[in-house]
C-alpha cells in the first residue's frame, strides 16, 4: 500500500526557512519521478518543485525559483524541500506526489499524495 508522509511544516516569519520531508512507504522512491505541490487557502494545487528518479533533473516553479532546493534520498526512502528565505505568499498545505515530474493545474489532483503538511509563514 502507497503511503507518503509529509512533514516539516510550520510557523515562520517572512525570511525565515523549514525543511520538509515526505517519507515513502509501499514503493520503491528510486523508480518514480517527484513532485512537492501547494494548496493555499481557496486555491487549487499549485506545483513547485520536480525531481527525476535518480535526481538527474530538477526544476522549480517561478515563484520559488531561488528560494527553494528539491532533494531525494532513494536509500532512505525519502523527499526533501528547503526552503529558504520564505514568504507570505508561500503559505500553503504543502505535497509530495507520486510518480509525476511537472504538472499544472487540475492534472496535479490525479497523483497520489499525502495528507499535507502546513506552512504558514507570518510575523
Known amino acids: 500500500q502507497v503511503q507518503l508522509v509529509e512533514s516539516g511544516g510550520g510557523l515562520a516569519q517572512p525570511g525565515g526557512s523549514l525543511r520538509l520531508s515526505c517519507a515513502a512507504s509501499g514503493f520503491t522512491l528510486g523508480m518514480w519521478a517527484m513532485s512537492w505541490a501547494r494548496q493555499a487557502p481557496g486555491q487549487g494545487l499549485e506545483w513547485v518543485s520536480g525531481?527525476?528518479?535518480?535526481?538527474?533533473?530538477?526544476d522549480y516553479a517561478d515563484s520559488v525559483k531561488g528560494r527553494f532546493t528539491i532533494s531525494r534520498d532513494n536509500v532512505q526512502n525519502t523527499l526533501y524541500l528547503q526552503m529558504n528565505n520564505l514568504q507570505p505568499e508561500d503559505t500553503a498545505l504543502y505535497y509530495c506526489?507520486?510518480?509525476?515530474?511537472?504538472?499544472?493545474?487540475?492534472?496535479?489532483?490525479?497523483?497520489?499524495r499525502g495528507q499535507g503538511t502546513q506552512v504558514t509563514v507570518s510575523s
Open positions: 506526489l507520486k510518480g509525476v515530474f511537472s504538472c499544472e493545474g487540475p492534472v496535479c489532483d490525479d497523483f497520489e
Open positions: 525531481i527525476y528518479s535518480d535526481s538527474t533533473k530538477i
